[in-house]
């Protein structure tokens, strides 16, 4: 009962960060400043949702609650921050214009760029550092993404509205796919109790969900078709997939079902040749490089703030990846444990551009690996990210 205490205090505390949230002008940046007082609430209700949070997962990892009352308690949180204006990014707004390329001028994404319209709606909205650049996603995402701008014409409003939906139900499909999976609850807590997801995906509006809840079903549907499509669907998303994918297989030596191969294969062919066909093969490179760039959370910047050159830190967080990626992969072809979480976090803490968003890939993949450490790497990275973007102390 104490960890679903916490939870309900962590829902509680997110339901009155959101309220703060709304006397914030602009919202869409980062850090959240709301004025006057709504300051104070917003830090302090954002970091007692962290305690909360910490601590009711660390309890339910002893002692299992209710797997009903968790899932409940995560959906509360995953989907309070929809009341809040966009927060802390204007990435939605981008998925609007990429979108509006294809269903209102009939270009390729991959081709043109929200630049090459500056009339239309979604581009005046749109981040300065992305109107000039074709899509940073693969064809999964840019599919997916025309399902809101189709349904919404041309009202930011309820395209911000329509992201957001489609954002926070990723989340919560793959929360899902957790539940069902593990029947864990404390799996269900630390994916579904965490604050930061709630503030950037409900919140913030990211694709992310939908990302690993492909990564998730992969991993459970390791001898069937349909987790080689997942497989194949990730890695036209992001190159995570892509990065994860061995560790997986080595997990089973390779060992997989005549299904299995059949969904990876299959799927890719189909997706590399129908995006190619209608988008030209400039999404490959946008698969295989994914968002770029460079980000004061990476551990990149942290080595450039400590006086490396630029070139020098890239190459150390490049080497100390693959050091750890390598040590993994061994692991997982004598353990048979692919451990995708703790390769995700490795991932997270080695890159140039490490979004706070991008925490879902290690918190998803620890909640159905059921990995405890890795558990705890992605609750501890949740705190580094949450605090160093979205609050100004």
């Known amino acids: 009962m104490r960890s679903l205490g916490a939870g309900a205090a962590c829902a509680a505390l997110l339901v009155l960060a959101t309220i703060a949230a709304r006397h914030a002008s602009p919202a869409e940046v980062s850090p959240v400043v709301p004025k006057g007082n709504w300051n104070a609430v917003w830090i302090a209700s954002v970091a007692a949702a962290f305690a909360a949070y910490a601590i009711g997962v660390a309890i339910a990892w002893r002692m299992r609650p209710v797997l009903n009352a968790a899932v409940v308690l995560a959906i509360i949180v995953q989907c309070a921050p929809l009341a ?21 001028h009939h270009a390729s994404p991959y081709r043109k760029t929200p630049a090459d319209f500056p009339s239309d709606p979604a581009t005046p909205r749109t981040s ?23 349904a919404v014409g041309a009202s930011a409003r309820h395209a911000v509205t329509g992201y957001k939906l489609l954002s926070v139900l990723g989340v919560l499909v793959t929360l899902g796919i957790v539940a069902f999976a593990t029947r864990n609850a404390a799996a269900v807590a630390l994916l579904g109790w965490n604050p930061l997801l709630a503030l950037h995906f409900a919140g913030g509006g990211h694709n992310d969900g939908w990302l690993v809840a492909l990564l998730c079903l992969g991993v459970i549907a390791r001898q069937r ?57 400039g999404w490959i490179r946008s698969s295989l490089v994914g968002v770029h760039g460079a980000s004061p959370l990476g551990g990149v910047h942290l080595l450039v703030a400590a006086g490396l050159r630029h070139r020098y830190a890239v190459a150390i967080g490049g080497v100390a990846f693959a050091v750890v990626y390598g040590a993994l ?43 405890g450490p890795a558990a705890a790497v992605a609750i501890a990275l949740t705190g580094y990210l949450l605090f160093g973007d979205a609050v100004r102390f």
Request: glycine share 8%; aromatic share 10%.
């Open 225 to 281: 078709a349909r987790g080689g499509a997942a497989w194949a669907l990730a890695s036209a998303f992001k190159p995570v997939g892509l990065i994860l994918l061995p560790l997986d297989l080595a997990a089973s030596r390779l060992r997989r079902s005549g299904r299995f191969w059949i969904g990876l294969v299959a799927t890719g062919a189909a997706v590399l040749v129908s995006s190619s066909t209608v988008w030209g093969t």
């Open 84 to 104: 809040a204006p966009l927060l802390l990014s204007k990435d939605a707004y981008l998925y609007w214009a990429e979108a509006r390329l294809v269903t209102v």
């Open 329 to 371: 992969l061994v692991s997982a072809w004598r353990n048979g444990r692919a451990r995708l979480s703790l390769a995700a976090s490795a991932l997270c803490l080695t890159t140039s551009l490490l979004r706070p968003w991008y925490i879902l890939w290690p918190l998803g993949l620890a909640a159905v690996e059921e990995d």
């Open 128 to 150: 300065e550092e992305w109107r000039g650049q074709p899509a940073p996603y693969g064809p999964t995402w840019e599919v997916l993404a025309l399902a809101p701008a189709g």
